[in-house]
């Protein structure tokens, strides 16, 4: 997917104004509200009319103002996930994934009905009312609908924002799986740099209505890192863990962890902050943090007013934060080795 | 109480008649009206609102009085219709129309709380999945709308059945010909004699418009729980 997009909007006091250039098929479109996202979105679907500019997906203009072109929604083939499912409530499940299948012309119809429902293990739904869903399940019909209208692009507006933790966790994997088994890229807004790293490659940032960076997902978290309060958050895929008393213990790649959590599974994902690591120069004689990671530093990067640690770690990565002066007194550089001290209730496991 | 008469049988049917047709006739324009105040921006948008509620505040006489002059053999459409051979003045076509304008905000009014109920979401949703505005119309708007739809179409359906002053004007009080209840339950009140006649046609229009009003909830009621 290439798209290009060069608009004008004013509503009232906001404005935006932007040019860009982004391909790719899992691009982010990242920054808080107010920011433009979502006037961007509906600009793209043709839910609302720039003032002036550009519109091109993939060569194909689809809003010119100079050249008197403005393809209306339907004619554009750009589904939306909305952030509040947005199912017809008329209409049972079956009928909701259908109505844009049904419209879409047969020649472009290259995903079948029953292959997705079977990927979004709908079978058990089709015939119930909407209003008879779980937030999970609305959403996943959502994602189903927007997917069986065979789409050139999908947007996602902020599609986990309205769902709690345990059901975003639960939907990301849908979302991801979907569209990559379908060939079809996505454009993924959202405020959350989480969301971000798990769902997109590209990401473009966006205040006050204008285009302030344009970076990869795992730039901006490092970027952000210093500033955020919750530091830059380590995503780690352990293996099945195993009771070890008061704990459990994980694999994580040719090392182990231990976690007062378990996880249920026999594969998961957890969370750890960059806040949460303690680096040593050199093997503490005792210490009450239960993981003490011996690991070499790959590389150090400014974040505001942090330093970010990259480390290697039994064929892993992890990044600490520490300040400046730290650095210094540890003489923390690329190469030198660290012992990283995590507490076992540091860990956060992701429901899935 | 006085068994009806013939004449009151008439004016009954002539009523429910005339309710079914203003109704019925007033529908497709009231959606459309009402699609217009909601969804669409123009200008003279509060114009075209203030002139769609005016027959709700102007004496219903005063609204008579304009038809006669509109409808009228030498009214700006009655000559129209006279040319082609339609007569409307005094007719059940004059009541009507009577009672199509003066219910017309209720329905409109009623249409359009249903419509501003719509999630504009959806709207968009039915669009970026490849519906056409007029397909998004049949498919989206319309069914969401039936709440409004149901209530807007019986409210107009009663305020019809009890519609006296603009149809008195226009369509006069012609028994068996234009003369709907309430216009029969005035010619027996203006009779010294016929007063208990009066009030066996005043319970019939009660008993009607109780078993719409009735109708209309029990609809509301079923639709609430489909959603």
Not at chain 1, 209 to 216: P, Y
Not at chain 1, 339 to 343: E, T
Not at chain 2, 57 to 66: A, C, E, H, K, Q
């Given at each position: 997917?290439?798209l290009f997009m060069?608009?004008?909007?004013?509503?009232?006091?906001f404005?935006?104004?932007?040019?860009?250039?982004?391909?790719g098929?899992?691009?982010?479109?990242f920054?808080v509200?107010?920011?433009?996202?979502?006037?961007?979105?509906?600009?793209?679907?043709?839910?609302?009319?720039?003032?002036s500019?550009?519109?091109?997906?993939?060569d194909?203009?689809?809003?010119?103002?100079?050249?008197?072109i403005?393809?209306?929604?339907?004619?554009?083939?750009?589904?939306?996930v909305f952030?509040?499912?947005?199912?017809?409530?008329?209409?049972n499940?079956?009928?909701?994934?259908?109505y844009?299948?049904?419209?879409?012309?047969?020649?472009q119809?290259?995903?079948?009905?029953?292959?997705?429902?079977?990927?979004l293990?709908?079978?058990?739904?089709l015939?119930?009312?909407?209003?008879?869903l779980?937030?999970?399940?609305?959403?996943?019909?959502?994602?189903?609908?927007?997917?069986l209208?065979?789409?050139?692009?999908?947007?996602?507006?902020?599609p986990?924002?309205?769902?709690d933790d345990?059901?975003r966790?639960?939907?990301?994997?849908?979302?991801?799986?979907v569209?990559?088994?379908?060939a079809?890229?996505?454009?993924?807004?959202?405020?959350s740099?989480?969301?971000?790293?798990?769902m997109?490659?590209?990401?473009?940032v966006?205040?006050?209505?204008?285009?302030?960076?344009?970076?990869?997902?795992?730039?901006?978290a490092?970027?952000?890192?210093?500033?955020?309060?919750?530091?830059y958050i380590n995503?780690l895929?352990?293996?099945?863990?195993?009771?070890?008393?008061?704990?459990?213990?994980?694999p994580?790649g040719?090392?182990?962890?231990l976690?007062?959590?378990?996880?249920?599974?026999?594969g998961?994902?957890?969370?750890?902050?960059?806040?949460?690591?303690?680096?040593?120069?050199?093997?503490?004689?005792?210490?009450?943090?239960?993981?003490?990671?011996?690991?070499?530093?790959?590389?150090?990067?400014?974040?505001?007013?942090?330093?970010?640690?990259?480390?290697?770690?039994?064929?892993?990565?992890?990044?600490?934060?520490v300040?400046?002066?730290?650095?210094?007194?540890?003489?923390?550089i690329?190469?030198?080795?660290v012992?990283?001290?995590?507490?076992a209730?540091?860990f956060?496991?992701?429901?899935? | 109480m006085?068994?009806?008469?013939t004449?009151?049988?008439?004016?009954?049917?002539?009523s429910?008649?005339?309710?079914?047709?203003?109704?019925?006739?007033?529908l497709?324009?009231g959606?459309?009206?009402?699609?217009?105040?909601?969804?669409?921006k123009?200008?003279?948008k509060?114009?075209?609102?203030?002139?769609?509620?005016?027959p709700l505040?102007?004496?219903?006489?005063?609204?008579?009085?304009?038809l006669l002059l509109?409808l009228?053999?030498?009214?700006?459409?009655?000559?129209?219709?006279?040319?082609?051979?339609?007569?409307l003045?005094?007719?059940?076509?004059?009541a009507?129309?009577?009672?199509a304008?003066?219910?017309f905000?209720?329905?409109?009014?009623?249409l359009?709380?249903?419509?501003?109920?719509?999630?504009?979401?959806?709207i968009?949703?039915?669009?970026?999945?490849?519906?056409?505005?007029?397909?998004?119309?049949?498919?989206?708007?319309?069914?969401?709308s039936?709440?409004?739809?149901?209530?807007?179409?019986?409210l107009?359906?009663?305020?019809?059945?009890?519609?006296?002053?603009a149809?008195?004007?226009?369509?006069?009080?012609?028994?068996?010909?234009?003369?709907?209840?309430?216009?029969?339950?005035y010619?027996?009140v203006?009779?010294?004699?016929?007063?208990?006649?009066a009030?066996?046609?005043?319970?019939?229009?009660?008993?009607?418009?109780?078993?719409?009003?009735?109708?209309?909830?029990?609809i509301a009621?079923?639709?609430?729980?489909?959603?």
């Open positions: 997917m290439q060069k608009v004008d909007k004013r509503f009232g006091a404005s935006l104004r932007t040019e860009f250039s982004a391909g098929d899992r691009v982010g479109i920054g509200s107010g920011g433009g996202k979502s006037t961007l979105v509906s600009m793209l679907a043709g839910l609302v009319e720039p003032d500019g550009e519109i091109l997906l993939d194909d203009c689809l809003f010119s103002s100079g050249k008197r403005n393809l209306r929604p339907e004619q554009r083939r750009i589904a939306i952030q509040q499912h947005c199912l017809f409530p008329h209409l499940v079956k009928n909701n994934l259908l844009g299948f049904k419209r879409c012309p047969s020649k119809r290259k995903i079948d009905f029953t292959s997705l429902v079977d990927v293990k709908l079978k058990y739904l015939e119930r009312g909407v209003t008879n779980s937030g999970g399940e609305k959403q996943r019909v959502a994602l189903g609908r927007a997917i209208a065979n789409p050139r692009l999908l947007l996602m507006d902020e986990l924002s309205a769902l345990t059901l966790f639960q939907i990301i994997p849908y979302l991801k799986s569209s990559e088994q379908f079809i890229p996505y454009l993924f807004i959202s405020h740099l989480l969301e971000m790293r798990l997109t490659d590209t990401v473009l966006f205040e006050k209505g204008a285009l302030v960076e344009q970076t990869t997902s795992e730039q901006l490092r970027n952000r890192m210093g500033s955020s309060q919750i530091g995503l895929k352990l293996g099945r863990g195993s009771d070890v008393g008061t704990m459990y213990d994980y994580w040719a090392t182990r962890l976690l007062l959590a378990d996880s249920g599974r026999d998961c994902m957890a969370e750890l902050s960059s806040k949460d690591i303690i680096l040593f120069k050199q093997h503490p004689e005792a210490i009450s943090a239960r993981n003490l990671l011996q690991c070499t530093v790959r590389s150090l990067f400014r974040s505001g007013r942090k330093t970010g640690v990259e480390m290697e770690c039994g064929g892993n990565t992890l990044i600490s934060e300040v400046q002066d730290a650095v210094n007194e540890l003489g923390i690329p190469g030198s080795t012992f990283a001290a995590v507490k209730s540091a956060r496991i992701l429901p899935g | 006085t068994p009806l008469s004449t009151d049988y008439d004016a009954i049917r002539l429910v008649q005339v309710a079914i047709a203003a109704t019925l006739l007033s497709p324009f959606f459309g009206v009402a699609y217009l105040i909601t969804f669409v123009f200008r003279g509060m114009l075209l609102e203030v002139l769609v509620n005016l505040t102007l004496p219903p006489v005063v609204v008579g009085y304009f509109l009228g053999k030498h009214g700006w459409l009655g000559s129209l219709f006279n040319e082609a051979g339609i007569r003045i005094f007719t059940l076509k004059a009507v129309i009577a009672s304008v003066v219910g905000p209720l329905l409109v009014r009623s359009r709380i249903g419509m501003e109920g719509i999630d504009p979401q959806l968009n949703a039915s669009r970026t999945l490849g519906a056409p505005w007029h397909d998004t119309l049949l498919t989206v708007i319309l069914p969401l039936f709440p409004g739809l149901v209530a807007g179409s019986s107009m359906f009663a305020r019809s059945l009890g519609e006296f002053g149809t008195i004007i226009v369509a006069g009080n012609i028994p068996g010909v234009t003369q709907t209840i309430p216009l029969a339950v010619e027996y203006s009779s010294p004699t016929s007063e208990t006649m009030l066996s046609l005043c319970l019939v229009s009660v008993v009607v418009s109780m078993a719409v009003l009735f109708l209309h909830e029990m009621r079923k639709t609430a729980r489909r959603r």
